[in-house]
């Protein structure tokens, strides 16, 4: 596995120290980068504490969310070129391959909260579960079953089973809100989303 890392260090600041990024907010948004409903709904709830985790983080719009929060926020993505343009001391950049059943690239490193956005590989359940700390939030919400109505993801390996993330949770974190739906923005999609909280 290749891991490489990108601290604030090494990354341009501001004088503000206030995170910065190239593209202006419209066309962020043009560009699909606007965070989603439902992680902005539950980032309050993410202790500031400790560091937020965004997992196959893209385009970096929750990295900018919760940055512009004031969090720390590490950032993991096997193609990092989407964050280049973000600006902050607070950011820890991590370009790897979380599928090729290398190491997880962040042995023993626990978090406020965990963030996974239209991305599921499901080896990684236990991984993100054991990287909550005590009191730490998984906001997870990807593409679910019957998704293929509308086109892609259509691959059932990147597909919700029905109650799937219910299940993940069951036993292991207390489940603050869970939906299984239909969805018509920002695009028509079959969705599954979670909200819980570690013990
Ligand atoms: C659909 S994008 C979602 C990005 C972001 N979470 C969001 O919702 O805006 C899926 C992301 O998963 C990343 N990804 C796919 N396979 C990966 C892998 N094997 N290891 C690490 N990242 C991967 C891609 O590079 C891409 O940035």
Request: contains cysteine; aromatic residues 8%; proline residues 8%.
């Amino acid at each position: 596995m290749r891991i490489s890392r990108q601290t604030g260090k090494s990354a341009f600041t501001d004088r503000t120290g206030m995170v910065s990024a190239s593209s202006a907010p419209t066309a962020a948004a043009h560009a699909g980068l606007s965070p989603s409903a439902w992680v902005c709904r539950f980032a309050p709830l993410v202790s500031k504490s400790g560091a937020v985790l965004d997992l196959a983080a893209g385009g970096g719009r929750h990295t900018r969310l919760f940055l512009e929060q004031g969090y720390k926020v590490v950032a993991v993505d096997r193609d990092t070129a989407g964050l280049a343009g973000l600006r902050s001391p607070h950011l820890e950049v991590i370009t790897a391959d979380l599928e090729n059943s290398g190491p997880w690239p962040l042995p023993g490193r626990r978090f406020a909260g965990v963030v996974v956005t239209n991305y599921l590989h499901r080896p990684l359940f236990p991984a993100l579960l054991a990287a909550l700390d005590p009191g730490g939030m998984l906001i997870y919400e990807t593409f679910a079953a019957g998704n293929e109505r509308f086109g892609k993801p259509s691959n059932p390996d990147f597909l919700l089973r029905p109650g799937e993330l219910l299940e993940v949770a069951r036993g292991r974190l207390r489940v603050l809100a869970y939906e299984d739906l239909e969805v018509s923005e920002p695009k028509p999609a079959m969705v599954q989303r979670l909200a819980a909280r570690a013990p």
